[in-house]
């Protein structure tokens, strides 16, 4: 049996509330974005898809070897994911579309961490996604290419937040028909 796993830093409470707090009186306002649930948010540091039980003991054992300090992570920005650019009917000032927009994640320890998940992974048999890593935590999702600089500016509005990464986590994602579902089956202190 396989479970579809990923390893990912996962948003304090804080933050949590007070971007939900933000975000909140727009959930219904935004059409066609879909606002993901905040119990789901996370940085996601690799995604491993399928992972068969055999190679579960294996990939744990690598994970819980990894030596990395805590460190400060600021979220602030705003970015998009399968974008593409557009032009304003009424001029030549440039639009965008996209169908997932993020808040970004800054920390020069985050792409170390999530090269070194990755390298875990695969000594344990499982092949992470070969996507570039691009630390963030996602917002809202369209199912098609929707335009997307008011939401862009709306997140970006959010300011910054500071956090203490202090541990990562693996998490099992269970998709279901109201969205996927995300529970943490180990977690890893850093420091």
Known sequence: MAERLFAAVIPPAALVDALEAFIGPRRDQTPPWRWVRPETWHITLAFLGD????????????????????????????????????????????????????????????????????????????????????????????????????????VASFGSFDFQADAFHLVKSTLTPSGSVYDVVETWPLG
Request: charged share 30%.
């Open 51 to 154: 992972v068969d039980d055999d190679r579960r003991d294996a990939l744990s054992e690598n994970l819980g070897a990894i030596k990395a300090a805590g460190f400060p992570i600021r979220m602030g920005g705003a970015g998009a994911f399968r974008r593409e650019d557009i032009r304003d009917p009424g001029g030549d000032l440039p639009g965008l579309k996209a169908k997932v927009v993020w808040m970004g994640a800054s920390a020069d320890e985050l792409a170390p961490l999530s090269a070194n998940v990755r390298a875990a992974a695969s000594r344990a048999g499982v092949r992470p996604d070969g996507s570039k890593f691009q630390a963030h935590i996602t917002l809202a999702r369209s199912r098609k290419p929707a335009p997307a600089r008011g939401l862009l500016d709306v």
